[in-house]
């Protein structure tokens, strides 16, 4: 059997190659899951404190190592999803831009975990992780946006959980930024978990997109 399978009829575009999708959407899935599984693990190790204590706390200090190692399989996980989006291609100029920042993202958590080795030498208060955090929540809020018109062709839920993503990070993100410290962590989870409301349904899509093959325009 081809390992190949066509778009969607009257397209025009270039096969989709099935094994791709498989491993993009199963190596987006582990990504997304990676750093909820490594909270767990870390949690207690570490004595970190759920509600007061922000995950870039606990990606500092002895068991650091724990946390970077969840969010390096994130990054790796956003750029498989950047690259099966790319192949799996269901929009426009949209959609392209979403696939941006799909790449984008995997460029700044990379970045985050690996700038925390060289914090120390930066003034307080102006790191440059600070200003790198600052980055996601643009990305975040305007990858789903982007991207839920595409996959709206092949699902009717699908665009309300981007949608909802993209809600509920902006929300979150921001009460993060203001909060008092005692509960900022709490409010930083709930935002990173808000994210898997699209990278989690994407990575699905893909994955079953390489398994069943093209979905009919309709369906």
């Known amino acids: 059997m081809s390992s190949h399978r066509g778009r969607m009829p009257g397209d ?7 094994e791709l999708l498989l491993f993009c959407g199963a190596v987006g899935l582990v990504g997304q899951i990676a750093p909820f599984l490594a909270l767990v693990v870390a949690v207690p190790i570490a004595e970190h404190d759920l509600i007061a204590d922000t995950v870039s706390d606990l990606a500092r200090g002895p068991h650091k190592w724990i946390m970077d190692g969840g969010f390096y399989f994130n990054a790796a996980g ?3 999803l ?15 831009a979403g696939i941006l920042c799909l790449a984008f993202l995997a460029l700044v958590i990379t970045l985050l975990g690996l700038w925390d080795e060289l914090q120390a030498a930066d003034p307080p208060g102006r790191t440059v992780h600070v200003w790198l955090t600052f980055l996601l929540a643009p990305l975040y809020l305007a990858g789903p946006l982007l991207m839920a018109p595409g996959v709206a062709r092949i699902g009717r839920v699908l665009p309300y959980l981007f949608w909802a993503s993209a809600g509920l990070w902006a929300i979150f993100a921001v009460a993060f930024k203001v909060a008092p410290d005692g509960y900022d962590g709490a409010l930083e989870k709930i935002a990173i978990a808000a994210t898997g409301l699209w990278t989690i349904p994407l990575s699905v899509t893909i994955f079953r997109r390489g398994l069943k093959g093209p979905v009919e325009q309709g369906a």
């Open 82 to 96: 950047s690259i099966g989006s790319a192949h799996l291609h269901l929009g426009r100029r949209a959609w392209s």
């Open 12 to 18: 025009g575009a270039m096969p989709e190659f099935s």
């Open 78 to 80: 956003l750029l498989a």
